[in-house]
Each structure stands twice: as C-alpha cells, then as structure tokens.
C-alpha cells in the first residue's frame, strides 16, 4: 500500500505546475501530496487507475503546451 501511496502522490505531484522534481521538494510538501493521495485512494479504491491515468494525461499536456 505504501508503494501505491507513494506512486499516486507523484502523479498528482507531476500533473501540477511545480518549480521542483518531486525529489528536491520540501519534505512537507511531499507529506501533502501524499494525504492527497491517500484520499484518492480511499474514494476510488479500485478505481485509481482512472485517476492516474487522467493525472498522466494532465502531466503529458504541460509539457506539450
């Protein structure tokens, strides 16, 4: 679950304008993403996949456009 947390958390992370990689951000800032993350797991259960896939699709268009 833990891998999962954390997988979703940089997927949300990547589909937000952000002047850091997930890995300089503030310690605190990745904690939220992860909250976030836990969240959308707890809602869509098995349906995260259709979050990812949108947040992959979201991330894809900032750095076409």
């Known amino acids: 679950m833990k891998r999962r947390i954390e997988f ?19 310690a605190f800032d990745r904690e939220r993403y992860r909250e976030y993350a836990r969240n ?7 349906d995260i996949g259709v979050l990812l896939f949108s947040l992959g699709e979201a991330a894809a268009e900032q750095y076409v456009g």
């Open 40 to 46: 959308a797991i707890k809602l869509l259960g098995e």
């Open 8 to 26: 979703v958390a940089q997927a949300i992370h990547d589909a937000q304008p952000s002047a850091f990689a997930w890995d300089a951000e503030p």
